[in-house]
């Protein structure tokens, strides 16, 4: 093979590592739009604890409500609003579960049908005792921080266009 055909073959598969890299980058994109775009519109935050053997109910709303004012997402009361729901679950007082899920209105035009799904989820599962229970809300904060981050990253600039971040670099 000469190497003129060897130089071409080389730039060609350059060329499609390059285009395949930058269609894998359009999909996440895509995708994250997906699951998290709501046009900056008000959240609504469910938590829904199931730990008799820790107290944390009242650290995590406080946490939650923290994280999302901090970050100026704007916090619904009712109604058909995304969910952004925390649900803790406690198994014997020795393990536990974490999970941050972000629920959104889906329309599909084809049978006329709006749902509500799960676009968006973080989770874990941990070990601790009843002293520790710092463990649990450090989990949460960690999952709560990871949505924030995304959920800005693809509303930002509705947010930005709406005056809901103002002030702020996004």
Not at 54 to 63: I, K, P, Y
Not at 108 to 119: H, K, L
Not at 130 to 135: A, K, L, S, T, Y
């Amino acid at each position: 093979m000469g190497a003129s055909v060897r130089l071409f073959c080389a730039a060609s598969v350059l060329v499609l590592t390059v285009a395949s890299a930058a269609s894998d980058a359009d999909q996440e994109s895509l995708l994250r739009r997906f699951e998290l775009f709501t046009n900056c519109a008000a959240v609504r935050l469910v938590i829904h604890e199931q730990m008799p053997s820790f107290d944390v109910q009242e650290t995590v709303e406080a946490l939650a409500t923290s994280s999302l004012q901090t970050a100026r997402i704007s916090e619904a009361r009712a109604g058909a609003a995304p969910v952004l729901l925390i649900q803790l679950d406690d198994y014997d007082g020795i393990a536990f579960t974490v999970s941050v899920t972000f629920r959104k209105r889906l329309y599909d035009a084809q049978t006329d049908t709006t749902w509500t799904a799960v676009t968006w989820q973080s989770s874990c599962v941990g070990l601790t005792d009843r002293v520790n229970v710092q463990v649990i809300v450090l989990a949460v904060k960690s999952h709560l921080d990871l949505f924030v981050a995304d959920y800005l990253r693809v509303n930002g600039k509705a947010c930005v266009e709406s005056g809901r971040r103002q002030g702020t670099d996004l």
